[in-house]
């Protein structure tokens, strides 16, 4: 059973890995850029603290958040070329300063999140709801 469970964290951890360095790095259009190292080092980080204190649930819900805003980023600036801008605007991946912004922003974004997600669970411990 415990190598059962071991397989488990494990093949968790392999995929909240592509899941924020795909979710983080949609931006750099280059995959050999140095910008794509900031979301590897911190979800790697991330998730060896998940690990480590198994806050797997929260880091999950912390990479749904990343992707639900990666969402939101997406289609909002589909309807802001659509609808404003000429179609002589080159892609937001192509821009080099939204590259860093769009980059940075999504790493903040699931970092933030997970440390929301922790100290919530933090206070839910503390403060046990009263029947």
């Known amino acids: 059973m415990a190598i059962r469970q071991q ?5 968790t951890g392999i995929i909240y ?10 931006l750099v259009a280059d995959p050999t850029s140095p910008l794509l190292g900031i ?4 979800g790697g980080g991330l998730i060896i603290h998940a690990l480590n204190t198994a806050h797997l649930d929260e880091l999950g819900y912390a990479i749904m958040g990343l992707w639900a805003t990666l969402l939101v980023l ?3 600036t589909g309807i802001a070329k659509t609808f404003l801008f000429s179609r002589t605007h080159a892609p937001i991946a192509e821009i080099p300063a939204a590259q860093v912004i769009g980059t940075l922003g999504l790493t903040i974004v699931l970092v933030g999140s997970y440390v929301y997600l922790l100290d919530r669970g933090r206070s839910d411990v503390r403060d046990p709801p009263s029947a």
């Open 39 to 42: 979301p590897v080092l911190v």
């Open 74 to 76: 997406s289609v909002s």
């Open 17 to 26: 890995s592509a899941a924020i360095v795909l979710g983080a790095g949609i």
């Open 7 to 11: 397989l488990r964290r494990l093949l």
